[in-house]
């Protein structure tokens, strides 16, 4: 079902009719980010919700994400909240931010490897298959807030996805249950369980009326898409970025302290921000010990990649990893891989040989069996 609201359509299903008749005891909560499809969402839903005298209460949600996130997106959530006349919250990892994120997913995968815990060296980076950074710095944190300071409510979680943005995204639903916003126990306050649903109002809606509708507003655009030639407004450098938009990010001065620390996880860790290294996107904007640094990382991922090549398949990681004990050939093998991996990344490993490696696995291996008998 379809609803004209602002000459553009929202759409909408039972789920969502259903959530907005609980009025005073439902609340919609809208995720910005100072990206344009937010922007567009939280015009077009507030306008909807307006049109129909919804008597629950609007917000706007932002996920502040640190260092990583464009300058002026805070600023562009707070505009958007002063002209919708909105309250705007805003949320923070405690840990830090995507940057603080990667940092400490590095230390801990190195410790990780260190301790024979997993059989190859593992990323500090997200992936498009591994979006923690989504999870973990949005998703988490805005659920955490609104169950919290919303208990008892009906809460409709608006974000700004559209079919039109990506083969993924062309399957999502218009809404669907929020398992991280509901909470079993019925509060004395509204006589309800806090129960949550995802809503994407604009799922349907082509680019040109998220251009337009933000135009007839008079808002105006993010100046990444203005000043810098962005397509997209996410972190300055995402992992979802292609190469025009990595290379635009360089052009804004407030971006170059990121981008250098960026490169400095890549020489670290020894992988590349993407398929691609982002320290080749923009040489100028590194020292010549970062740009020497970088070579010698590029040579030292390639020996990391060959001599973990060596591992045979089998012992490579599956769901309850370990599932046995490695053979002695196995695991002289393996301990040869991790001398190697160690020299290449510049780290120091336990478990260099076979029986130190043979009993590790044994000692997982009954840990694992422990615990399943718990």
């Excluded at 002209?83 to 940092?103: N, S, Y």
């Excluded at 996880?265 to 691609?276: G, V, Y």
């Amino acid at each position: 079902m379809l609803y004209n609201a602002l000459d553009r359509p929202v759409a909408l299903t039972d789920e969502v009719t259903e959530a907005l008749s609980h009025g005073e005891k439902a609340v919609v909560a809208i995720g910005v980010s100072g990206g344009k499809d937010s922007t567009a969402v939280a015009l077009a839903t507030v306008g909807y919700l307006r049109s129909i005298d919804f008597s629950g209460q609007i917000v706007l949600i932002h996920s502040d994400l640190g260092m990583t996130e464009w300058e002026q997106s805070l600023p562009k959530c707070r505009e958007l909240a002063r002209f919708l006349d909105l309250e705007l919250i805003v949320t923070r990892r405690k840990a830090g931010g995507m940057m603080e994120r990667w940092e400490g997913r590095w230390a801990a995968n190195v410790k990780r490897y260190q301790n024979l815990e997993c059989v190859k060296l593992i990323l500090p980076w997200s992936t498009p298959d591994m979006r923690f950074c989504t999870s973990e710095l949005k998703t988490s944190p805005i659920c955490s807030e609104l169950k919290k300071r919303f208990k008892g409510h009906v809460i409709i979680n608006a974000v700004g996805i559209r079919r039109q943005e990506s083969a993924s995204r062309a399957k999502a639903l218009v809404s669907k249950p929020n398992s991280k916003l509901t909470h079993k126990r019925i509060t004395k306050e509204t006589g309800l369980a806090t129960r949550g649903i995802d809503w994407n109002p604009i799922i349907e809606w082509p680019l040109l009326d998220v251009v337009e509708i933000i135009t007839e507003s008079g808002l105006p655009f993010h100046e990444a898409y203005t000043r810098h030639g962005m397509s997209r407004v996410s972190c300055a450098f995402c992992i979802l970025s292609n190469a025009c938009d990595l290379k635009n990010a360089t052009r804004a001065k407030e971006n170059h302290d990121l981008y250098r620390r960026q490169v400095e996880l890549e020489i670290a860790s020894t992988f590349s921000f993407q398929a691609k290294w982002l320290g080749d996107v923009h040489l100028d904007l590194l020292s010549e010990d970062q740009i020497i640094k970088l070579a010698q990382a590029k040579s030292r991922a390639e020996r990391r990649e060959q001599v973990e090549a060596d591992i045979p398949s089998d012992m490579l990681y599956v769901k309850g990893w370990p599932t046995r004990v490695p053979t002695r050939d196995e695991a002289e093998n393996l301990a040869t891989v991790r001398q190697a991996v160690a020299e290449a990344v510049g780290i120091e490993v336990s478990y260099t040989d076979a029986d130190s490696i043979i009993g590790r696995y044994t000692e997982l291996l009954a840990a694992k069996e422990a615990k399943a008998m718990k």
